[in-house]
Structure formats: structure tokens, C-alpha cells
């Protein structure tokens, strides 16, 4: 299977300057490419967005917010009004860094809706929180709804995978409405957890009723919490939707070591999770999402990316590279999952599960 890696020196420089992740995204692609992975792969060369093709889902007014900002800029009441403040403080070349992740994934969409790949990975996307006239949870625009719609053009159905921490509340809301893509979130649920949402009742409305499917876990889920539900849900799903083609929300704020400390997945667990949804052999397009311990998220992307690729990392040790003293005092690829007491017992996860089952019949 040939893999396509949209990836380029300016989409790494621009996505390294987002508050809150600062680096991560260069940790990422030289830990990928510190082990050969990129020469296993084809590059795609991203394309940018205009302000124009933005506004396609966010309003205009927040666009030409972002395009008109400047660090001289002192109309802090405006600024607050878009979200632009607190965890979406505004920041050097934030327009063109925003033009460059939605290009990124609507890019990585086109090159799938035309056959050249089975499979497209942009680790630099799956910012799902953006709301259409705000930065919301770290998140400057919302490239997984860019990219479900241009998916659109050449997909009557898309199916939306969100594996991170979070709750994916701005794709759902984008699609909530809609039978033509199905939302289908695995997150933290609880009271005063952001963003909320993705309770069992969220289901969607109108024409979209049962098309949104979330499957709220309480603190402390691991790996076998992550591959039971996944394999008892997922696959009801996907023979019910027919989906023509898929995207992956691959969030790894969920991995231990994550300064949230809600979830133990390990990197190997969020694999498997990703390999299942690979398998079901439909063009499939894999994003980045959150994750903010940051040696430990290049670890996970890594580790997909040579799963997919067929190369076991597993008991590798980091190569010397720019990050290395980043990986210490371990320096290996392995995460042991945390001992963060899990909470989903068994008749929580019956109760979940059967719930999700019972509303299948709503899927046409």
C-alpha cells in the first residue's frame, strides 16, 4: 500500500508556531524521519487556501479578522470577539499558518478523491474545535471539516473518526444536521471536562439523527477500554453507513504522559485503534489532533506511521537526531501505559456500547 505524507519545510516552520505546541510539529517530522519513514512514503506538497476558500465554513468576519491581524493591532475587544484570546491567543503569521493546515488536509483530500492513494497522512491537521466564527480549544480553523468537505465532491458519504481526549464538537456541530457524513467521537466525558459535548443522547437532528454516534469514557481508559468499544461499535457502524470514505482524527493528548493525565493509551494501542479503521479499505485520510507532551505525541504519530508502513518500532531505542535529549531518560520508543485507576468498568462499557448499538437502526 502506498501512503501519501503531505508534508513540506514551511507547513512545519508554520505549525511550530502555534501556541500551546510549539516545536511539536518539527519533534514530529524528524522523528518520522530520523527513522527512514519518509522515504517510504510519496510527499505530497501542500497547497494554500485563500481567505475566499476559508470562508467556505468560517464567516468572513472571522477571516478578515485573521487576515488583518498584526502584533500592532490593539482592538482587543475584536480579537476577543473571535476567540482569539486565552488558549487561541493570536500570534505571528497566524493567517498564513491557518491558510496552510486547511490546505494541507483539503490538499490530502483531493489527492484521495482522485485515486492516487488508499491512504493520505497530514499529522499536521485535525484541529477539530474550530467553530465557524471562532478559535475555540487551540484550534484556528477546523481543516477536518475543510477536508470532510471537499471530500464531498468526490464522496456521497464520509465517515469522521475522532480518537482524540477531546470531544470532536466542532465537526459534529459542522455535520450535525446531515446524513451525507457521520460524526463518530471516542472522548472524555464529564462534567466541566472541555468542550462538554459528546454525551450518548448527542445524536444528531433532524436528517442527521443518528449519524452523530459518541461513545462518552470516563477517566483512566486504556488500551483494552479503547479496542473493546472500538470493536464492538465501529463495525456496526461502518456496515450500516457505507461510508466511501474516511477521516481520521489521530488526537494523542488520550497517551500517557500527557500533562491532562485522563487517559493511559499507549502508543501501540492508538495504533491498533488506526489499523482497524485503515482496514476497512476505503480511502482513508489520517490527521494530527492534540497532544502536549510532546516527545511522547512524535512517539505516537511515529508509531502509526511505521505500523501502516509495516516496520516494527516497538523496542527501538530514538535515534540521535535534534530531539534526542527530548526523549530522556528513557530514550526508547515503548510508553508504559500510566496507573491511572480506570473507571470504565465493565457495566459502564455494557451500558455504553448498547446504547450506541441500540440507535443503528436510525442509519440508513
Known amino acids: ?80 470577539k473571535f476567540g482569539l484570546e486565552f488558549d ?15 490546505g494541507a488536509s483539503i490538499t490530502a483530500a483531493d489527492e484521495l478523491g482522485q485515486g492516487y492513494y488508499q491512504v493520505v497522512i497530514n499529522w499536521f491537521g485535525g484541529w477539530h474545535h474550530g467553530q465557524p466564527d471562532k478559535a475555540e480549544g487551540f484550534c484556528y480553523v477546523n481543516d477536518c471539516v475543510l477536508a ?95 461510508p466511501e470514505a474516511i477521516v481520521c482524527q489521530c488526537g494523542a493528548d488520550g497517551v500517557s504522559g500527557d500533562p491532562h493525565q485522563a487517559f493511559s493509551y499507549t502508543p ?20 494530527g489532533g492534540g497532544g502536549y507532551n510532546h516527545p511522547n505525541v512524535a512517539r505516537t504519530w511515529t508509531t502509526i506511521t511505521a505500523d501502516l508502513l509495516q516496520t516494527d518500532l516497538s523496542n527501538e531505542e530514538i535515534p540521535d537526531q535534534k530531539y534526542f535529549t527530548e526523549y530522556g531518560p528513557g530514550f526508547e520508543m515503548k510508553i508504559t501505559a500510566s496507573n491511572i485507576k480506570n473507571e470504565n468498568d465493565s457495566s459502564y462499557l455494557d451500558f455504553v456500547i448498547n446504547s450506541v448499538n441500540s440507535n443503528f437502526d436510525l442509519i440508513k
Open 1 to 80: 500500500m502506498v501512503i501519501g505524507y503531505v508534508i513540506s519545510e514551511e507547513l512545519i516552520n508554520l505549525t511550530s508556531l502555534i501556541p500551546k505546541i510549539t516545536n511539536r510539529s518539527d519533534m514530529v517530522a524528524d522523528l518520522i524521519e530520523s527513522f527512514l519513514l519518509t522515504d517510504k512514503m510519496e510527499i505530497i506538497e501542500p497547497n494554500y487556501i485563500s481567505g475566499l476558500q476559508l470562508a467556505e465554513f468560517h464567516s468572513k468576519d472571522y477571516v478578515s479578522t485573521l487576515e488583518n491581524y498584526s502584533e500592532d493591532s490593539e482592538d482587543e475587544e475584536r480579537l476577543r
Open 88 to 102: 487561541c491567543p493570536p500570534f505571528p503569521k497566524m493567517f498564513r499558518t491557518v491558510c496552510a493546515i486547511g
Open 148 to 242: 470532510i468537505r471537499q471530500l464531498r465532491n468526490y464522496f456521497a458519504r464520509v465517515l469522521y473518526i475522532d480518537l482524540d481526549l477531546h470531544h470532536g464538537n466542532g465537526v459534529e456541530t459542522a455535520f450535525y444536521q446531515t446524513s451525507a457524513v457521520l460524526t463518530y467521537s471516542v472522548h472524555k466525558y464529564e462534567s466541566g471536562f472541555y468542550p462538554g459535548g459528546g454525551g450518548l443522547e448527542s445524536i444528531g437532528e433532524g436528517k442527521g439523527r443518528g449519524y452523530s454516534v459518541n461513545i462518552p469514557l470516563r477517566n483512566g481508559a486504556d488500551d483494552a477500554t479503547l479496542k473493546r468499544v472500538i470493536d464492538e461499535t465501529l463495525d456496526g457502524v461502518v456496515e450500516r453507513f457505507k
Open 268 to 287: 501501540s494501542g492508538l495504533s491498533r485503534a488506526v489499523s482497524k479503521v485503515v482496514s476497512y479499505n476505503r480511502p482513508t485520510l489520517l490527521l
